[in-house]
């Protein structure tokens, strides 16, 4: 059994800053991505940005320069730094981490964290 608990979402004004946490634990052999990805009011849910377990990071052209992705994996968790945050960011922000459990038979699967709340107003 695999979870990922989220924390640090709430609600800001442009231009401030928010840090999301999602920690992984459960039965894990190894985590390669981890990442975060955001769902506004109808709209699909799109990738923010995400992590590899060799430090490579990838971000959505709408917050380069502004979010920042790390991981400790140690801790199996990663984190979201969010600065001058923007209304257009208002959304659920959801972690989501490829990982792989098992001892013996490896399986490899995605899991998704419950979603936290991010609202910035203008």
């Known amino acids: 059994q695999v979870q990922l608990v989220e924390s640090g979402g709430g609600l800001v004004q442009a231009g401030g800053s928010l840090r999301l946490s999602c920690a992984a634990s459960?039965?894990?052999?190894?985590?390669?991505?981890m990442g975060w990805y955001r769902q506004a009011p109808g709209k699909q849910r799109e990738l923010v940005a995400a992590?590899?377990?060799?430090?490579?990071?990838n971000y959505a052209d709408s917050v380069k320069g502004r979010f920042t992705i790390s991981r400790d994996n140690a801790k199996n968790t990663v984190i979201l730094q969010m600065n001058s945050l923007k209304p257009e960011d208002t959304a659920v922000y959801y972690c989501?981490?490829?990982?792989?459990?098992?001892?013996?038979?490896?399986?490899?699967?995605?899991?998704w964290g419950q979603g936290t709340q991010v609202t910035v107003s203008s």
């Open positions: 459960g039965r894990i052999f190894s985590i390669n991505n």
């Open positions: 989501n981490a490829r990982i792989t459990t098992g001892q013996i038979l490896r399986r490899v699967s995605d899991y």
């Open positions: 992590g590899t377990s060799d430090g490579s990071t």
